[in-house]
């Protein structure tokens, strides 16, 4: 084994070479890191389907932020979360952003986070330009959840460059549940004025009826949709009530979800369609499509995208003449 040089030995010379060295070591890193979005994009196999919401051209496959805000649902399956913690470290985040780029998605799609917010500007100052579709949840002054916070937290998330924001499904739920809403529409009014997309996103069919009802100004709706015939769905009895990590409290009435959407004309970005990890993707990317879902939000590690994809592309085009007119 080596012997590690006495301090008395370390001189200005030695002291200035090792410096040296070091700092060429960290320009080398910090170049490879800078190029690392650059390279996958140009490696690129080809682009997805696009459409609209609002004025905003995105891909048919958005990328979902679950797997790297690690809360995975995965069920009492506790370990699940921490090995995505393990494996997702920043650099990886990153890279799962150039990924995405590169295999033809052109949005990433989450809550408000300052820890992700801050990776992905990482990823942009380094050439990223995957779309950013934000729904405004906590900043420094506490939860965003009403209309105040709402006057407070937007105009600070559309000077850090979100390209479209939306009111989650957490408020919008309950709030249509206790008749509170009203205050749905004035949320949306803040976000309208900033002229950026605004959307509504809902576990429940419910909040997509009182909007329609109501003619809220908005462009898209954020819906769960997944059928229920995986081995682990729950039974109907288990679904007439409300359970929070269930998976009927993700979409437990698809056929209903699925006729009521067939009358709706902003676009629908479907979510859950995986019932987080229980159906296959391209089982729960082809149900989402054919039952009138107009793109589909989905988290992947990096491992996953370009087969997500290509998914993406087969599905697209099998139900190209589906009974929902495409949206967007």
Known sequence: MQEREPQSHLNRRTFFTRSLAASAAVATVAARQASAV???????????????????????????????TFFMHSRDLRYVNDLSRHYNTDEKIIETFAAAEANGVTAFMTHQDAKIAKLFRQYRDRGGKLKWIVAPWSDAEGRVADPASYRRAVPQLVDSGVDALYVPGMITGPLVKQGKGAQIGEMLGIIKATGLPVGVACHELVVVQFCEKEKL??????????HLKYPTAPKPEAMKTEHAELPGYWCNNPEETTEFMKGVEKPWIAFKVMAAGAIPPRDGFNYAFSHGGDFILAGMFDFQVAEDAQITRDAFAAHKNRARPWRG
């Open 38 to 68: 650059t390279q996958s994009v140009a490696q690129a196999p080809g682009q997805l389907p696009k459409g609209k919401i609002g004025d905003l051209e995105i891909s048919r496959l958005i990328l979902g932020t679950n797997h790297v």
């Open 217 to 226: 100004p908005l462009d898209f709706y954020v819906k769960t949709l997944h």
